[in-house]
């Protein structure tokens, strides 16, 4: 049974940090195209960031330059660095492997003061 389970999601002040893990479980996940996604209120799901097995990268426009994503295929696990915050970077966040169908539960981020 495949499972993604996301962590490291909280409250955080707008300008601060926070940093998403997905621990990936039930098969070998370094072949494929890893993704975060994020759904705010009454928003559709959008793909923020994603990184294939040869680590090339993509990240929406809006989180250029603030968030990096990155994989360990050692650990089955992918990260969000998410830093300068905004508080429309609020959001659930979701990692999942891109064509695959499989989600992980989401993880809530919050940037407020």
């Known amino acids: 049974q495949v499972q993604l389970v996301e962590s490291g999601g909280g409250l955080v002040q707008p300008g601060g940090s926070l940093r998403l893990s997905c621990a990936a479980s039930?098969?070998?996940?370094?072949?494929?195209?890893m993704g975060w996604h994020r759904q705010a209120p009454g928003k559709l799901r959008e793909l923020v960031a994603s990184?294939?097995?040869?680590?090339?990268?993509y990240y929406t426009d809006s989180v250029k330059g603030r968030f990096t994503i990155t994989r360990d295929n050692t650990k089955n696990t992918v990260y969000l660095q998410m830093n300068s915050l905004k508080p429309e970077d609020t959001a659930v966040y979701y990692c999942?492997?891109?064509?695959?169908?499989?989600w992980g539960q989401g993880s809530q981020v919050t940037v407020s003061s």
């Open positions: 999942n492997v891109i064509g695959k169908g499989w």
């Open positions: 990184i294939t097995s040869d680590g090339d990268t």
């Open positions: 039930g098969t070998i996940f370094s072949p494929y195209r």
